[in-house]
């Protein structure tokens, strides 16, 4: 099989409850594969994400880059394992405040998003490292299953938040 190339440049609005959260999302993404055997693959990319909100404190801005190897071990069943790493903005909340983190970070007080009680929010440089696996089983011609676990460990010293995530998709096709 060729390689294959994905340029795409995504634009959108992100609406949290009427907040100054909300704002203009976008994304420029780039993303290459190539088939290594006939069961076998490799994708990779680079990723520029940009987050406008009417409030300057919530805008945000990060690179990514993703290694993915997909294998195909029958014809309708396909495992991945990819590995990510995220480098920018990222917004922290606290009760009660930090003022261990207030070092080397914006502070905005008493933030009611999240409603009662009020929170400090924290701006501050983020690297994440993350890795994943995926499952996908086609059931039919035009509909598959996909299960997928992420695990991603943020930091900027001395913190380090863990996050957990478990996806569960039904994809349809026409």
């Known amino acids: 099989q060729a390689p294959w190339i994905l340029v795409e440049d995504r634009f959108g ?38 987050f406008v909100s009417p409030n300057d404190f919530y805008d945000r801005q990060l690179h990514r880059v993703n290694a993915r190897t997909v294998f195909d071990v029958t014809s309708s069943l396909q495992v991945a394992v990819g590995y990510i790493y995220r480098e920018g903005d990222v917004i922290s909340y606290a ?7 207030a070092r080397f970070s914006v502070e905005r ?14 701006k501050l440089l983020g690297r994440t490292n993350a890795v994943s696996f995926s499952v996908a089983y086609q059931l039919m011609k035009y509909a598959s299953v ?16 863990e996050n957990h995530l478990v996806q569960a998709n039904i994809a349809l096709a026409y």
């Open 109 to 122: 007080e008493d933030q009611d998003q999240f409603g009662q009680p009020l929170r400090t929010a924290y």
């Open 146 to 161: 996909q299960l997928g676990y992420e695990y991603a460990v943020t930091t900027h010293d001395p913190l380090q938040y």
């Open 13 to 50: 609005y992100d609406r949290f409850q009427d907040s100054p959260q909300s704002g203009y999302d976008n994304v420029i993404n780039f993303e290459a594969g190539i088939a290594l055997s006939d069961r076998i693959a490799l994708e990779g990319g680079y990723a520029f994400e940009s």
């Open 95 to 101: 009760v009660p405040p930090r003022p261990d983190i």
